[in-house]
């Protein structure tokens, strides 16, 4: 079982993203995805650099994926789209059906990409078809729970690894508008960047103040952390290639380390979900993977 | 200057009823669903049974008019079956088109009903050219409806480098998410539009009248909160008053009406080929009144520079009755909104 790194999905100061993957080349995770997949106004990393990550991840042992922005509006998105498709050295992780289009077609499609959460691929026949557009691997939809991705696997007619949201924040909604611009009574051509002040996003709460979502920029998260930390046996049982962890504000190494060690057998899961808790910027969840609302905390079976 | 290329008008049928209203009233289309989760506005009391359907096909090409299918949501594993069974009778019934967004049931209509019309769903979350060339060149789409995301600029640009026609979403509820690229309500209440076709089902919302106001949940989540006398709308959780650093307010989006009427003409200029009026969930009157407006709306563009195009108080003031809060807005249409 690999432990994969899910791109940042938060806004961080350029020198604490550069500090917080160089952190990343000694962590125990196998593939790290790189890349601005949120906003395309986010711009303290820009393609080159994050090929200069890219680089120094590789050299040290990392696979590397670059992945593509979910939300695909403008000309200039489409140009930023191409140049990552094109960039000759990495693998891609395709996050709209523009990027499946160019990944797919021309005069070299490529034959080894990534197809994102946000595809909605949710059956076998529509995987089948991705596969044989060249997609080696598939990022389960966050919402999708064990049953449905066993049984989809179980329908596969390719070999197709599979990577399924294991930690993190969910990300649950896009949209054209920025909530965190809205929140500050600012229009999102001119947000200032408010972004960069939130490591774990904006906290969102209900008129009882209990914790509902996070703001994102334009993307809503859930508020609680999705964690399958204490079901790793029913994940293992599964089959599943892949667990992904999304980058959070603080203590990603320690998660990792987490999942490395119950994966080995070093900790027992249970364990390893107790000792994650006080490192979680919130309250921990796992309904999807038990086809129960995502908000909900089931005891693992 | 010549006159704008027709735009045909797609109104919304919850029921038989609804779909006579609309073909009365000037609709060009009707759009429907089969009683089940294959598409996105499975409610209950809502939808056309096999006998409603046969006559609702039937009013409608009776007088010319197309009727469309919503397909829209994403097939399982262990339900795929219904949704190909749902493109099967859709042929059988003479559909005039499918309205899909899953890529695996568009391969299986292409096979199956190869002279059946595609049009890829909002839910598809296509939002660029190249997304939807995508769907073209794989599945042959005749037309896709773009999510409420882009500006009319960025409509144009897509109708410039496409051979698929565009349709866009005229007017009714607007949901401030990228459809398909949300999972709000699963993350409430395990339903989701996607998978479902349902957004903050009603089976878990709970009204309740505290001390503190009118409360209304969905499973269990406050969603807002309303003061005597105000008026409390459903729970639908986007447009709900939240708490963000201590301040409380339409976090998301407010209850209102996307209306574009005013776009009218410029969409008619950058080529929109059809105007989609949202609300199945919605009453006859409903439609009555709507398709009535933007009938009239349309016919004006279409009479081009003869009869310059206006929007008539009236016909605001009839829209407006309608809308979700009374009130109404052009979305990403209109950049501050963003």
Not at chain 1, 39 to 47: A, K, T
Request: charged share 20%; proline share 7%.
């Amino acid at each position: 079982m690999k432990i994969a790194l899910g791109p940042l999905l938060y806004y961080w100061p350029r020198q604490s993203t550069l500090a917080f993957y160089a952190d990343m080349a000694d962590a125990p995770v196998d593939v790290v995805y790189l890349g601005e997949t949120v906003c395309s106004r986010r711009h303290e990393l820009r393609l080159p650099d994050w090929l200069e990550v890219a680089e120094i991840l590789t050299a040290a042992g990392k696979e590397v994926v670059l992945s593509s922005q979910v939300l695909v509006e403008s000309e200039s998105d489409l140009k930023t789209l191409r140049r990552i498709v094109s960039n000759g050295n990495f693998r891609v992780e395709a996050n709209d059906m523009g990027a499946v289009r160019l990944l797919s077609s021309g005069d070299a499609p490529a034959r080894n990409w990534i197809a994102g959460p946000t595809l909605n691929i949710f059956n076998p026949t529509t995987l089948d078809l991705f596969a044989d557009l060249g997609a080696t691997r598939w990022v389960a939809p966050p919402e999708m729970s064990r049953a449905q991705i066993a049984a989809l696997r179980d329908g596969l007619g390719h070999d197709m690894e599979v990577e399924i949201f294991a930690h993190g924040r969910l990300p649950l909604a896009y949209s054209a508008r920025c909530f965190t611009a809205r929140h500050y009574n600012l229009q999102k051509d001119t947000c200032e960047f408010r972004c960069l002040e939130f490591a774990d996003g904006i906290p969102l709460k209900t008129r009882e103040g209990a914790p509902f979502l996070t703001l994102n920029g334009i993307q809503t998260q859930s508020a609680q952390v999705h964690t399958l930390l204490g079901d790793l046996p029913a994940v293992c049982a599964e089959g599943v290639d892949l667990l992904r962890v999304s980058p959070q504000g603080a203590h990603t190494p320690e998660i990792l380390q987490l999942f490395r060690q119950a994966l080995d057998g070093l900790i027992p899961p249970a364990d390893a979900l107790h000792e994650a808790l006080p490192l979680l910027p919130a309250e921990p969840c796992n309904g999807f993977w038990h086809g129960r609302p995502g908000v909900e905390q089931r005891v693992p079976s | 200057m010549t006159s704008p290329r027709p735009i045909e008008l797609v109104c919304p049928a919850g029921s038989l009823p609804a779909l006579k209203t609309a073909i009365d009233h000037g609709a060009d289309c009707v759009y429907l669903g089969f009683k089940d989760a294959t598409n996105a506005r499975n409610f209950s009391g809502l939808n056309f049974d096999d006998k409603a359907m046969a006559e609702g096909v039937r009013y409608a090409h009776d007088r010319g008019r197309k009727v469309l299918l919503t397909l829209n949501t994403y097939p399982q594993t262990d339900n795929w079956q219904r949704w190909t069974g749902a493109v099967d009778r859709a042929a059988a019934f003479g559909i005039d088109a499918v309205i899909l967004a899953d890529p695996g049931l568009m391969a299986y209509a292409r096979k199956a009903h190869p002279g059946l019309r595609l049009h890829l769903s909002v839910q598809g979350s296509a939002t660029s050219y190249d997304a939807i060339n995508f769907y073209h060149e794989h599945f042959g789409i005749s037309r896709a409806v773009l999510p409420r995301v882009l500006s009319l600029a960025q409509v144009e640009q897509v109708i410039a480098n496409t051979p698929v026609e565009i349709e866009v979403f005229g007017f009714g509820g607007l949901c401030v998410m990228v459809e398909g690229r949300c999972a709000l309500s699963a993350y409430a209440t395990g339903e989701s539009p996607n998978c479902d076709g349902a957004c903050s089902p009603g089976k878990h919302v709970r009204w309740e009248q505290t001390p503190k106001g009118m409360e209304t949940r969905l499973n269990g989540i406050l969603i807002d909160r309303f003061a005597d006398g105000e008026r409390a709308g459903y729970p639908t959780l986007c447009k709900g008053r939240f708490e963000v650093n201590d301040e409380t307010y339409y976090a998301i989006e407010e209850p209102t009406s996307l209306n574009t009427l005013e776009l009218l003409p410029e969409l008619a200029r950058i080529g929109v080929r059809a105007i989609k009026i949202e609300g199945r969930q919605r009453s006859p009157a409903y439609v009555s009144q709507v398709t009535q407006v933007w009938r009239a709306a349309i016919d004006r563009v279409l009479a081009g520079p003869a009869e310059p195009f206006r929007v008539e108080p009236a016909w605001m003031a009839e829209l407006n009755k309608v809308s979700e809060g009374q009130s109404h807005t052009l979305g990403a249409y209109y950049r501050p909104w963003k």
